[in-house]
């Protein structure tokens, strides 16, 4: 069976355009989107994600406004730099890169952005919103990822799709989202008992448990669509998806190549959201 290669960087530039388009008309009426990311302590991956957030914005003509804070930041200190943020004016976003070091607690600086700028979508309310199919910033890797399915003209309506994960992040609202668009969900997770079972009745299948190659062809149903959220990497240090890529994707009617899949789309959708935030000044 000849496998779909689901894009995520092409589908990612060809949403980037329209999105380049939108920060030029706000900044020709005097709106230049901003975006403010908060960086604690010297994780590597961390310093990379951010580098590329900065890029994205540079490319996209959003401004872009990095604080560094050394790992032994207090909360009390950090939460101060939100509140700031939460009034400047020329902030539409506010990111706080994760994860953050064990002395500060990650809801109380997820609740302190203003979710008027919470372009994560990860505060209470912007949660709350979604699960009520309610107009919010919607959680990045998620929507990336719904985004990937339409490009990919990927049925979700009617079909079973099975989510492998349930981190507040990326797998439970992966399945709220696809069961407003009409799918049937099924959860799956590390107490999930015959869990092979369950995922080869998966139409659609999107794996986010950060263990290297470990969903394998056993687990696949002939003819499904399976989405790679992991990002690891293997015994030859090559980054690597949680979805054995060589062994799975014979199998499959179209699949997310890491890296190149999933990755590029949640950058782009924290832009998107950073641009919705700022559009809210034309009202």
Avoid at 38 to 60: F, M, Q, R, W
Avoid at 105 to 134: A, C, R, Y
Avoid at 159 to 168: F, L, Y
């Amino acid at each position: 069976m000849s496998s779909q290669l689901i894009n995520g960087k092409e589908i990612s530039n060809t949403i980037r355009t329209g999105i380049q388009k939108e920060v030029q008309d706000l900044i020709a009426k005097g709106i230049t989107p901003g975006l403010a990311v908060i960086l604690v302590g010297e994780d590597p991956a961390s310093h990379t994600y951010v580098a590329n957030k900065e890029k994205a914005c540079k490319e996209l003509g959003i401004y872009s406004k990095l604080i560094k804070l050394p790992e032994d930041t207090t909360e009390e200190d950090l939460l101060a730099q939100i509140k700031q943020l939460n009034e400047a004016s020329e902030i539409d976003g506010i990111l706080v890169q994760l994860p953050l070091p064990k002395q500060i607690n990650e809801q109380k600086v997820i609740e302190t952005i203003s979710p008027l700028k919470d372009v994560d979508g990860f505060h209470p309310n912007s949660v709350g919103k979604m699960l009520l199919g309610q107009e919010t910033f919607l959680p990045c890797t998620p929507h990336g990822i719904m985004k990937l399915l339409e490009y990919s003209n990927i049925e979700v309506a009617g079909k079973h799709a099975v989510v492998i994960g349930r981190s507040h992040i990326v797998g439970v609202p992966m399945g709220q989202l696809l069961l407003q668009h009409d799918a049937t969900v099924t959860y799956c997770h590390s107490k999930t008992k015959n869990l092979q079972e369950m995922t080869k009745q998966a139409d659609i299948l999107v794996v986010a448990i950060g263990r290297a190659k470990m969903i394998t062809a056993d687990y696949i149903k002939e003819g499904a669509a399976v989405i790679d959220v992991g990002m690891n990497r293997d015994e030859n240090n090559h980054l690597c998806g949680d979805v054995d890529f060589d062994s799975v994707v014979e199998k499959t009617s179209a699949i997310t190549p890491v890296p190149g899949g999933v990755g590029p789309m949640t950058i782009t959708m924290l832009m998107y959201n950073t641009v919705q935030s700022a559009k809210t000044k034309l009202a």
